[in-house]
Structures are given as structure tokens and as C-alpha cells.
């Protein structure tokens, strides 16, 4: 089994990559991302309009696949391909991979959120704008032959009415800059800033309701899920202010498209203009279709030549920094953090596994609680990877899975594996300390701690004994009655089997509950199952237990 915290510069959630990743490019994407690719060692191979059928038959040897709007990676896909790492989408949106099964898999799913942020953000002021003056029924009403319509068509400036926009995500923000810059009022909500002070100057929060009652144009950017499906409903389509127009250039699925078809022909508002529809494209027999006062465009959100290129090379370079170094950004499934903090506490991930696996090894039980402390400098920094990396470790023992940052979390819940953090209260003399407590499902508690000395992690406590101890190779336990010549009981034991000590730390019968001294071995090779019996059977001898750091 393999983890990404092995042999690692940094903390990986893949194996280093042996510069033969294969890559399938599921869809249209700029040649300049194959170069990328290519520059980095690695084999793009495009194969684009492929089936469900199609594509499983191609993807059992894919370390990477990367694709955008058209291709659905479903689950059947991903289980057709154990040696699958990353799933990249040349966009923001991947509801068209199933992130679930993804996780599941240990398979991280990125996005490129940055490339198509002005593209989309100015689609949106676009439609508003159209919608505000009746472009596209003007252009239509030219084509037809028709003229004299200005009375019909008379439109709303902008400036000075109210913009409401829903989500202030990285397009939402967008929005609200150029709706500011457009002498706008403007007003929105997000639920990850309730409470919160507004990021934008001259931008007002306001809670959801409030926000549908006062704004003029309501613009959508949030994600689909099932929090936000159906978020503007047939009662909040109603509850808009009389004569306000929608914008959709987010997701399909924010909307209640039928409700809103009937807000419309109920005058309730004024007009509406949709990038994304909750099936695309919609059918010949939806009601939004036929009427005058909506616009509809077939998802543009990201469709302009310097977006498609932005998207491309973003998500190619992340690919490859993940096959290559490890370094997932953009996941949708892992903590953010950057790649230059993801390096400087690399040793301390690598410790944190140890720490996991060892505390996993000692208990005859399996974990059910898992406490993780962290004080000193470390305590100050973003340590998501770091309780991650304690949680890997806790897990593997007995998982015949691969397990990795992805796919721990959810391991632990199917296993009932709670994850705490929790304040150091202990002084120590350490400049950092990561500390980790397991309770077992019969009651077993075991401590462990560690620290990084330089970029060398150290095993620094184990129970109630202060150690120093190099967190690799087998480590052997004992407990012992505290009498002399038990040292030398053990050496000439290993010694006959032609297993030499690496380092030797013992810990004193006065520091342990049970008044039984400990004995921590760390050898160079690997003692047999016979060899541990042998040790079990010396008189002084009251365990034995053997830990692979």
C-alpha cells in the first residue's frame, strides 16, 4: 500500500511520477496545455467525444484526465481505473465529476477557478445590460423587418438601480466591481459572510430575502448543490422586487425555471437572461423558450479566447505539479493550501503519519477517538495537511485500500473514527510539538509526540516516556520488570538472530501506571515471528510488540 507521505520533498497525496503519467484529454483543450504537458515529461492523449462506454475502455492505465464541460466522469469511469490520480476540469464547475466516487477512490479532482473569473464576471454584466435596453429583441425585431418599435422596447438606464448579486465568490466580486464602476448600488449575499463585514467597499450584505425585495437585477453566482438547488423558488421568485430582471451565468439548478416562467407572464418581473439551464439543452417544449422578455444563451459563461487558453494552461500546470511534486491546488477535495506552505511543513507531515500509524499499532482495538494538539510555532500555521496526515496514519493499519488525504476522512466516518483538535495545555521545553491521543473501542489510551529538529521529524514521547526517536524501520516495544540485566537479555536474543540495535531508549518503571519499565528498540532489520516469541518467553519480559515506522 502506498500513502503520500513516504519518501516525499512534500507532502504528496500521489506517488511521485516516473515522468510516463499518461494523460487523457477528454476534451477540446488549447494546444499550448499539450505543450505544458509535454514539456514536463508527461503523455497527453487526446480523445475527445468519447462515450461512457468508450472512454472506460481507455482509461484503465490513465494516471490523469482532464476535461471540461462535456465529458461526465462518472463512477463506473473511475473504477475502471486504478492507476487514475487526479481528475482535472479545465473550468470552475465539476458537477460533471462525480466528486463522490472520486474521494472515495483517493482520486483528487481539481479545477482552474482563476482562468475564466473576468470572462464569466462580464457575460454577466452583458446580459444585464441587454436585458436592461431589449437588445436581442431589438435585433430581433430588425431582422424581421420591423422598425418602428422604440415605444414597445423602451428600456431602464442602469445607473443609480439597485445590482443584487448572489454569491461574492471570485466572479461575484467581479460583478459587484464593474456594477460600482457602472454607478450602481449594490447589494449581496453570501452565507459564508453572514455576519461578517462586507470584502468590498460600498457593497452592502444583506441576507437573501432582503437582498431579492430591494435589487433592480439579481445576479446568481454560486455553486449547485443541494444546499442551492431551486435557491430563487417559485415563493422567492415572487417575493422579488416588482419589475426586477434575473441573471443566470452560473449553474442550472439555482433556478425554478417553470416558477420563473410564470413570474414573468405574471409581470412579477421584468425579464430574464440564462447562461445555464437544470438540462442543457433545454427541451424544444420548455416554457422560457417562447418568450420574448427572457435571453438565452447556450452556456458562454467561459467561451471567449482568452478565457478557453487561461483555463488550459492553469489546469495543465496543476496536473502536472501534482503528478510530478505532489502539490494539489485547486482540489476541490482537500484543504486549500499553497505550494510553498505545503514544502515547509513537509517534514511535519511525514512526522504526523508516523504518529498516527504508530498510535494505530499500539492499540489492540481499533481507534475510535483521535485527538490532535499543536503547539508552539507550528500551532501558528495552516495545519490542515498535518491533522490529515495523523488521521492517514491512524487508518492504515488493516485498510486494504489506497489511502490518502482524499479518501481519509470518509474512511474514518464508515469506521467511526472521530477526529478532534484539541489545545496543548502541557508545557514542554519544544520550539513545536505535535501531539496525538487515541482511545481505543476498549478503552486503550495512548500519547504520542513528536517535533522536527531542522527538516528531521523526531518521535519525542511515546505514552508517559520522553524519547528520541527517528521515526523509521521497525521499532520494538517491551515491557519489562525494572531489574538489571534485561538490556543484555535483549541483545544477545537479537544478536543470535543477526538483528542489530540502531538506537536503544528506555523508559523508566517509575514514569509508567502499570510499574512495568519499557524498552524501545529501534533495529535495522526486520525480527521474525519467532524471534518475537523468543523475546516473549525471557523471564523479565512481560510483552512484546513490534511497531514498522
Not at 67 to 92: E, M
Not at 408 to 419: D, F, I, M, N
Not at 452 to 461: E, M, T
Request: glycine share 8%; aromatic share 2%.
Amino acid at each position: 500500500m502506498t500513502t503520500p507521505l513516504q519518501e516525499a520533498p512534500a507532502p504528496h497525496t500521489a506517488p511521485p511520477a516516473h515522468r510516463a503519467d499518461r494523460i487523457l484529454i477528454c476534451d477540446e483543450l488549447s494546444p499550448e496545455a499539450l505543450e505544458v504537458f509535454a514539456a514536463h515529461g508527461l503523455r497527453p492523449e487526446v480523445c475527445t467525444g468519447l462515450k461512457e462506454a468508450e472512454l472506460i475502455a481507455r482509461v484503465h492505465d490513465a494516471d490523469a484526465l482532464v476535461v471540461r464541460s462535456a465529458t461526465k466522469v462518472t463512477r463506473a469511469i473511475l473504477d475502471a481505473a486504478p492507476r487514475l490520480k487526479v481528475v482535472g476540469r479545465a473550468g470552475v464547475g465539476v458537477d460533471n465529476v462525480d466528486v463522490d466516487a472520486a474521494t472515495a477512490r483517493g482520486v483528487v479532482v481539481m479545477n482552474a477557478p482563476a482562468g475564466n473569473t473576468t470572462t464569466t464576471a462580464e457575460l454577466a454584466i452583458s446580459l444585464m445590460l441587454a436585458l436592461a435596453r431589449n437588445v436581442s429583441r431589438g435585433d430581433r425585431a430588425v431582422r424581421a423587418g420591423e422598425w418602428k418599435l422604440r415605444g414597445k422596447l423602451l428600456g431602464s438606464e442602469i445607473s443609480g438601480k439597485t445590482l443584487g448579486v448572489v454569491g461574492l465568490g471570485r466572479i461575484g466580486r467581479v460583478v459587484a466591481t464593474r456594477g460600482l464602476g457602472l454607478a450602481m448600488k449594490v447589494v449581496a449575499y453570501d452565507p459564508y459572510l453572514s455576519g461578517q463585514r462586507s470584502p468590498l467597499e460600498g457593497v452592502e450584505l444583506l441576507a437573501l430575502d432582503e437582498l431579492l425585495a430591494r435589487a433592480d437585477f439579481v445576479s446568481l453566482h454560486v455553486p449547485y448543490s443541494d444546499e442551492t438547488r431551486n435557491l430563487l423558488s417559485r415563493e422567492r421568485l415572487f417575493a422579488m422586487k416588482p419589475g426586477a430582471r434575473l441573471i443566470n451565468c452560473a449553474r442550472g439548478g439555482l433556478v425554478d425555471e417553470v416558477a420563473l416562467a410564470e413570474a414573468l407572464a405574471a409581470g412579477r418581473l421584468k425579464g430574464a437572461a440564462l447562461d445555464v439551464f437544470e438540462s442543457e439543452p433545454p427541451p424544444k417544449e420548455h416554457p422560457l423558450l417562447t418568450r420574448e422578455d427572457v435571453i438565452l444563451t447556450p452556456h458562454l459563461g467561459a467561451s471567449s479566447e482568452e478565457a478557453q487558453r487561461n483555463v488550459a494552461l492553469e489546469i495543465a500546470q496543476q496536473v502536472s505539479e501534482f503528478l510530478l511534486e505532489g502539490v494539489a491546488r485547486n482540489a476541490v477535495n482537500l484543504p486549500a493550501t499553497s505550494s510553498a506552505t505545503l514544502k515547509e511543513l513537509a517534514p511535519w507531515v511525514l512526522l504526523a503519519e508516523k504518529l498516527g500509524s504508530t498510535l494505530a499499532q499500539l492499540c489492540d482495538s481499533p481507534i475510535r477517538t483521535l485527538e490532535v494538539s499543536l503547539s508552539g510555532e507550528i500551532a501558528r500555521k495552516d495545519t490542515s495537511h498535518v491533522k490529515l496526515a495523523v488521521l492517514v496514519g491512524a487508518l492504515r493499519k488493516g485498510c486494504d485500500t489506497p489511502l490518502n488525504f482524499v479518501n481519509a476522512p470518509r474512511l474514518a466516518q464508515e469506521r467511526g473514527l472521530a477526529l478532534h483538535e484539541r489545545p496543548d495545555e502541557e508545557s514542554h521545553f519544544l520550539h513545536s510539538l505535535v501531539k496525538a491521543r487515541a482511545v481505543s473501542r476498549d478503552g486503550e489510551v495512548h500519547v504520542v509526540g513528536g517535533s522536527v529538529f531542522g527538516r528531521d521529524p523526531r518521535i519525542v514521547r511515546i505514552d508517559e516516556h520522553y524519547l528520541d526517536l527517528v521515526p523509521e524501520g521497525p521499532l520494538l516495544v517491551t515491557t519489562h520488570v525494572d531489574q538489571p540485566g534485561v538490556v543484555g537479555l535483549l541483545g544477545t536474543a537479537l544478536g543470535a538472530a543477526k538483528i542489530n540495535i540502531r538506537r536503544l531508549e528506555l523508559g523508566p518503571a517509575s514514569r509508567a501506571k502499570d510499574g512495568l519499565a519499557r524498552g524501545f528498540l529501534a533495529l535495522y532489520d526486520q525480527p521474525s515471528a519467532q524471534v518475537l516469541e523468543t523475546l516473549a518467553k525471557l523471564e523479565p519480559l512481560r510483552s512484546v510488540r513490534l511497531i514498522q515506522l
